[in-house]
């Protein structure tokens, strides 16, 4: 855009969007004056203005259709074109979650049928798909944790352990549930770090929370001790199962000991992220939990597929059944890759994240040089020599075209450049990302400046973060917008 | 190796025996090798592969076997809604640019979902008169949910009231997230009086039943013990009625459906979640906002993080992080499109077909309005027999009756009735409940 202006620039007293039927039936008298709005003012724009307006916007974006977006922990694989047509079947679109079960059952049957699978994929007994993102689930697991010991009478378990790596969600849905947190840090190999787990495991916590492979992008090869120390101490394991697409079709995560997991729709099971979401996060878990579940969860009696919820249950966590939308792409992409296909993504994305770990390990450090699952996480050690930061080199990448990794994540790598290539990405288009990596790490010895002052070519450049907290300008006003004009 | 051929795997054999070559390993298997043993190598029973094709052709039998309601009359609502949704909303949001992008942390390449979110918040605060939108939460019961949560935080008090006409659904949503952190919920009556130990009462309008409530009355309750009060809307409704920034909210939440989001068997849907402006550092969910660029341009970046996950962990707000970004879009894009005159008219043509609906029904023997109390476009009726035998009838005859609420009000159907019901099928609604 080549100027910037918002909807109320181009709002016009007299113009509309839209259409509408007359009234066709008898007037009704008002409710009283005082139950009425006196005015309402929203923008007045043209269909063609509309559609304009919102096109250039979305030209200033970058999505997984536009190229490479190796966003690491994100999981920004290619989402199947005919997958976002599935919602729209008026079978789908045009179904009301409280109609009379028997004029739902295909949707149920989806449900149903995905509920089984992810149980298939994941090694556990029960799945619940209704928490609508990642952290919803997390949010259902672990109230579901805390039901289970306090149904046991075990009610001093009020600690949750998580690792110095795990991602922000789990210790603040720990919050959310009551929990205090308890953290164990990760060894020099970047594993748990078995000492310190051990001193924290003990009869006042619930439950390790666990992401595996790890944010690091590393499979830690104790989880089976890991597994056994938790459960003698009378602790559950739970899983973050945001990574998941480094074993799916290859390793349940039941049989590696864990009693519950999470898993990210929008991220392995290829469903488009949405600037933001939609997602969805199913809660899949072993037998000792299931009675916990979020309600409601479909079941089938005699060919009929029924809601129901379960016996103690932790309750509602969402006003319907989840993000169906959503549920029916995931259900598709299983379907269209079977158990084979699922293996194959698990093998190409570890497969695609160690080559570019190989290629760039001469021209970034590797803070843990081992095989890598599904992302590798490098650190600006050698570059910060220079002055260049994680950030320069992430937003330099933009002038090369491309989205750039996850930086300063996971906290415990100082100056962290996470990628995640994910096995929807040729060689062809690794390579020239691992191209673009090395003429940046040149750049970064012989003109730093270059990357500092980067981006130099997007539709904005580095904008004033600080500025927008300081004086937080967080929508437009109508009299504000006329004085301007 | 003779890998399985699919269109969302690229990488040839050749590709991958060349990656393996530069890697220094000899198979994939190898680089599993942190893996136990015993646990790699899984069998997986799941069902074989289809092509599109093949796919495409079950997934429509399947969606066919759901009865939908392009083919028939609905009067069901109860937090889930029928409304016109402008074509433009979903060519934008189909736009790949929008729906393929991750959450706008890269704020340079980001600025079509960054500078649509500051839209979506603008239009928020324009419909509910409130100050401060954020980006949305997953749907409109955890929004109340999480309002209820934040108004804890705030007032450093640990009792949440609920008013007993808000959704049942919603009430339950609540307990969820209120119990889970060790807080206490109540559902009282309307004489029922607070006391100040209160963090907020929550109050829904209209009410599950759709009629309009006393705000004011409430809001004075709540002023009295120096609680928040926090309003759970319909979008909808605002083309008409009072906004909850002009009766004094401290919270408003609404499910945002209504606003260009199908059905679609109850999600995705959006969480609308507006607030005093005086309360936005405890406010949950992203919030963007407008700064400049090296150069001095407009532009706008995810702002005040310090409420959120990724930088505060367990001193988070809340562990809310993808939400409901597409959604917002499509309700923004709404909005804009229906602008003010169409809001308005939307919501009129609501009113008086639902009022027409329920005159006419509450003339026929055996049924009654159950409230004599102002509504929008929903109302209960007293059926002359079980609700659930009416809406077997209707059934036969093409039509998805209203909610049966009998376990709540004797023989109690919940109507509801929008623009899209045409006269011709309320008129067939009241023939058929005549015969009933």
Known sequence: MSKHYLLPDISKPGKIGYSLPELDVPPSELPPENLLRKELELPEVSECELVRYFTALSKMNYGVDTGFYPLGSCTMKYNPKWHEDIPSLPGFASVHPLQPEETVQGALRLMFELQEYLAEITGMDAVNVIPMAGAHGELASQLMMKAYHQERGDRDRRKVLLTDSSHGTNPATSSMCGFEIGVVSTDSEGNVDMKSLNTLMNDKVAALTLTLPTTLGLFDPHITEISELVHERGGLLWCDGANLNSLIGYVKFGDLGFDCVTVNLHKTFSTPHGGGGPGAGPVCTKQKLVEFLPAPLVTKECGR?????????????GGFYGNFGVLAKAYAYIRSLGAEGLKQVAQDAVLNANYIKEKLKAHYHLPYDRTCMHEVVFSHKRQAAKGVHAMDIAKRLLDYGLHPSTVHFPLIVDGALMIEPTETESKATLDEFIQAMIEIAKEAETNPDILHSAPHNTPVRRLDSARAARQPDLRWEISETKIEQ | ??????????????????????????????????????????????????????LREELRHLAESNTNLEDYACFLGAGSYRHFIPSVVDHIIGRSEFYTAYTPYQAEVSQGTLQSIYEYQSLVCQLTGMEVSNAGMYDGSTAAAEAAVMACIISKRDKVAVLNTVNPIYREVIGTYVEGRDL??????????????????????????????????????????????????????????????????????????????????????????????????????????????????????????????????????????????????????????????GLRRVAELCYH???????????????????????????????????????????????????????????????????????EEIDRLVEILAAS
């Open chain 1, 305 to 317: 597929y029924k809601l129901v919820a379960p016996a103690k249950s932790i309750g509602r966590i």
């Open chain 2, 1 to 54: 190796m003779n890998s399985m051929l699919s269109p969302y795997l690229p990488n040839t054999d050749a590709d991958r025996r060349a990656m393996l070559r530069e890697i220094g390993a000899t198979s994939v298997d190898e680089l599993f090798q942190d893996v136990p043993e015993k646990c790699r190598h899984t069998q997986f029973s799941l069902p074989a592969p289809l092509s599109e094709l093949e």
């Open chain 2, 353 to 423: 077909k639902a009022h027409y609906a329920a005159r006419a029904i509450s003339k026929l023997k055996g049924y009654s309005l159950v409230f004599e109390r102002p509504f929008f476009k929903e109302f209960v009726i007293n059926c002359p027999l079980a609700p659930s035998k009416i809406n077997e009838v209707l059934l036969h005859e093409r039509i998805i009756g209203g909610l049966d609420i009998s376990h709540m009000i004797d023989n109690g159907m919940l109507l509801c009735v929008t623009e899209v019901n045409t006269k």
């Open chain 2, 184 to 341: 206490a919920v109540e559902t009282i009556g309307p004489d029922a009086s607070l006391s100040a130990d209160y963090a907020c009462l929550i109050v829904q309008q209209p009410n599950f039943f759709g009629c309009l409530e006393k705000i004011e009355m409430y809001v004075q309750k709540v002023r009295d013990v120096g609680a928040l009060f926090i309003s759970i809307f319909d979008p909808i409704s605002l083309g008409m009625f009072r906004p909850p920034g002009d009766y004094g909210a401290d919270i408003a939440v609404a499910e945002g459906q209504p606003l260009g989001i199908p059905l679609c068997f109850g999600g995705p849907y959006l969480g609308v979640f507006a607030c005093r402006k005086e309360y936005v550092r405890y406010m949950p969910g992203r919030l963007v906002g407008k700064t400049v660029d090296v150069e001095g341009r407009p532009g706008y970046v995810m702002t005040m993080v310090t409420r959120e996950q990724y930088i505060r962990r367990e001193k988070a707000i809340s562990n809310i992080c993808t939400s409901e970004a597409l959604m917002a879009l499509a309700a923004g894009v709404y909005l804009a499109a229906v602008g003010k005159r």
